[in-house]
């Protein structure tokens, strides 16, 4: 027997409690996910959705009991928790942006980041992983996924799109350490409005974010747009993009890619390896998505 399958034959044997947090969190799809991907692992286990903000989390945290497995996190919480682990997986610390928590034994904080995983995931699948040249709009937590994902897949030029240019400079640290050239733009986000070059465009934004600049018919036409959204979908620039024609990539592929990987932490400790009939699985949770 697998490590995975006996992990799965122990944890069959009691109810564990898991959630997503993050504000606003009522849009959340990861319930419906995680409780197909359970059902079909014959495992009796919660999984809810909580609103939560980075100043109650600590407390939060603090009151679970032996009956939580892990958490699932996201805005704007995935740099409010990493001072509340006591370790973080290399794309965690290489990002600094942490989105799954796993609660091991002896009260051990375990920190992940699957949302790197999760765009690779969805920009493969989607038959958009060869970049070059990308363009990312945002400079948050998921903009540092973007960009380690980016790296990933090949892109050696990024141009970074953001409100406050002074707010990207860490991306452009950490661009050099994935050795990707990042640049800043230094006009924000009017670049939008006289870009065309880019191979991909990756929207880190909520889904309801109104830009106060419109992307050039030439970046719509040219560039495929990747947008982390999925609720309310399509979101504002994703229906720009496809009244220009261009293609569009939703954000609901890359919830479930990450959250497959979520499931394997969960369970069996380790993103990296497959669950027990994982194919049925995905399966289930792709439909639960339906």
């Known amino acids: 027997m697998s490590d995975v399958s006996a992990a799965v034959d122990a944890a069959r044997r009691?109810?564990?409690?898991?959630?997503?947090?993050?504000?606003?969190?009522?849009?959340?799809?990861?319930?419906?996910?995680?409780?197909?991907a359970y059902r079909v692992l014959g495992l009796d286990w919660?999984?809810?959705?909580?609103?939560?903000?980075?100043?109650?989390?600590?407390?939060?945290?603090?009151?679970?009991?032996?009956?939580?497995?892990?958490?699932?996190?996201?805005?704007?919480?995935?740099?409010?928790?990493?001072p509340l682990l006591g370790w973080r997986d290399r794309v965690a610390e290489v990002t600094g942006a942490v989105n799954t928590v796993l609660f091991a034994d002896g009260g051990r904080r375990l920190g992940f980041n699957t949302d790197v995983g999760g765009i690779v995931g969805a920009l493969r699948e989607a038959d958009a992983g060869d970049v070059g040249r990308a363009m990312i709009i945002g400079a948050g937590a998921t903009a540092a996924s973007?960009?380690?994902?980016?790296?990933?897949?090949?892109?050696?030029?990024?141009?970074?799109?953001?409100?406050?240019?002074?707010k990207a400079a860490a991306l452009g640290a950490f661009g050099d350490r994935l050795g990707v050239e990042v640049r800043i733009a230094p006009d924000g986000l009017d670049l939008l409005g006289r870009a065309g070059d880019a191979?991909?465009?990756?929207?880190?934004?909520?889904?309801?974010?109104?830009?106060?600049?419109?992307?050039?018919?030439?970046?719509?036409?040219?560039?495929?747009?990747?947008?982390?959204?999925?609720?309310?979908?399509?979101?504002?620039?994703?229906?720009?993009?496809?009244?220009?024609?261009?293609?569009?990539?939703?954000?609901?592929?890359?919830?479930?890619?990450?959250?497959?990987?979520?499931?394997?932490?969960?369970?069996?400790?380790?993103?990296?390896?497959?669950?027990?009939?994982?194919?049925a699985v995905i399966d289930a949770m792709r439909r639960a998505l339906a």
């Open 14 to 36: 009691g109810v564990r409690r898991l959630a997503v947090l993050g504000s606003p969190i009522s849009h959340s799809k990861s319930p419906a996910l995680h409780a197909a």
């Open 46 to 82: 919660e999984y809810r959705a909580i609103e939560m903000d980075g100043a109650g989390l600590p407390a939060f945290m603090d009151g679970l009991d032996a009956s939580w497995r892990g958490l699932s996190l996201t805005m704007p919480l995935k740099h409010d928790v990493v």
């Open 146 to 166: 973007a960009l380690a994902a980016l790296a990933e897949l090949g892109a050696h030029r990024v141009d970074v799109a953001v409100r406050t240019p002074d």
């Open 199 to 279: 191979d991909l465009v990756v929207s880190t934004l909520p889904g309801g974010t109104v830009l106060p600049v419109e992307a050039s018919e030439v970046l719509r036409r040219s560039s495929t747009l990747f947008d982390v959204a999925y609720s309310p979908w399509p979101s504002r620039l994703a229906a720009s993009w496809q009244v220009a024609g261009g293609r569009v990539v939703p954000g609901i592929g890359m919830l479930l890619h990450q959250a497959v990987l979520q499931v394997r932490i969960f369970v069996g400790g380790d993103p990296a390896t497959p669950l027990p009939d994982e194919p």
